[in-house]
């Protein structure tokens, strides 16, 4: 499987974005999907994830709320909305599939886009 990460850009604070993941590989449709961020001089933590039927979906408390991750198994791409963005969801957003249960985790992911950044103004 490969991914890769895009829209990511330049928003105020309160303002929404959606940023994708294209896959391609014909076993996507297989895979967990999440979503990990990264901050400059912080480590990369998990952000939420999507099974592979869309069934079950998972948020860090950080993002509960405001962000909805989505997947189009047609289309092969994950979506993350993020809405009422703020000051700390600024960083490089990465996708990344896993063929196990989707987890936390970022050593479970076996499979990771380049990402893509975000970054929230005041």
């Known amino acids: 499987v490969q991914l890769q990460a895009s829209g990511g850009g330049l928003v105020q604070a309160g303002d929404s974005l959606r940023i994708s993941c294209a896959a391609s590989g014909r076993t996507f449709n297989k895979s967990a999907i999440a979503w990990f961020r990264q901050a400059p001089g912080k480590e990369r933590e998990f952000v939420g994830g999507?099974?592979?039927?869309?069934?079950?979906?998972r948020y860090a408390d950080s993002v509960k709320g405001r962000f909805t991750i989505s997947r189009d198994n047609a289309k092969n791409t994950v979506y993350l909305q993020m809405n009422s963005l703020k000051l700390e969801d600024t960083a490089v957003y990465y996708c990344?599939?896993?063929?196990?249960?989707?987890?936390?985790?970022?050593?479970?992911?076996?499979?990771w886009g380049q990402g893509t950044l975000v970054t929230v103004s005041s």
């Open positions: 990344a599939a896993s063929f196990s249960a989707m987890s936390t985790l970022t050593y479970q992911y076996d499979y």
């Open positions: 999507i099974s592979w039927s869309g069934g079950t979906t």
